[in-house]
C-alpha cells in the first residue's frame, strides 16, 4: 500500500523546535521531490517547503532560514526541522509526493495540490504563547 505517515507534531512554545518526519511505505522516497505543506486553522492549505531528489531544497518566504527539510534515503523518509516557532504557525503539517521537478522549485511561491500525491493525513503542530 502506497502511503506517506506524518509525525512529530505536538505542542510547542513560541520559539521553539520540532522535526517533522514523513515516512514512505509502498515504494521508494528517494525517487520522488517530497513538499511540505501546512493548514493554519480557517485557511487553505499552503506551501511551506520542498526538497527534489537532488537534495535541494525551495522554501516559502517566511519560512526561510527557520525551517530546513532533509532526506534519509536508507530510512525512507524525510524530515522538516522547525525552529524558532511562532504562535500563528498553528497548523496540521503535510507531506506530498511530486514528480515534476518544477512543482517543487515553484512550491514556495504557488503550487496545484494536484500535481502532489500521494498525501499523507498530517500532523499537528500546536504552538503556545
Known amino acids: 500500500q502506497v502511503q506517506l505517515v506524518e509525525s512529530g507534531g505536538g505542542l510547542v512554545q513560541a520559539g521553539g523546535s520540532l522535526r517533522l518526519s514523513c515516512a514512505a511505505s509502498g515504494f521508494t522516497l528517494e525517487n520522488y521531490h517530497v513538499g511540505w505543506f501546512r493548514q493554519l486553522p480557517g485557511r487553505e492549505r499552503g506551501a511551506v517547503s520542498c526538497i527534489s531528489t537532488d537534495g535541494s531544497t525551495y522554501y516559502e518566504n517566511s519560512v526561510k532560514g527557520r525551517f530546513t527539510s532533509s532526506r534519509d534515503n536508507a530510512k525512507n523518509t524525510v524530515y522538516l526541522q522547525i525552529n524558532s516557532l511562532k504562535r500563528e504557525e498553528t497548523a496540521v503539517y503535510y507531506c506530498?509526493?511530486?514528480?515534476?521537478?518544477?512543482?517543487?522549485?515553484?512550491?514556495?511561491?504557488?503550487?496545484?495540490?494536484?500535481?502532489?500525491?500521494?498525501w499523507g493525513q498530517g500532523t499537528q503542530v500546536t504552538v503556545s504563547s
Open positions: 506530498a509526493t511530486t514528480q515534476s521537478v518544477s512543482a517543487c522549485e515553484n512550491s514556495g511561491t504557488y503550487y496545484f495540490p494536484t500535481d502532489f500525491s500521494p
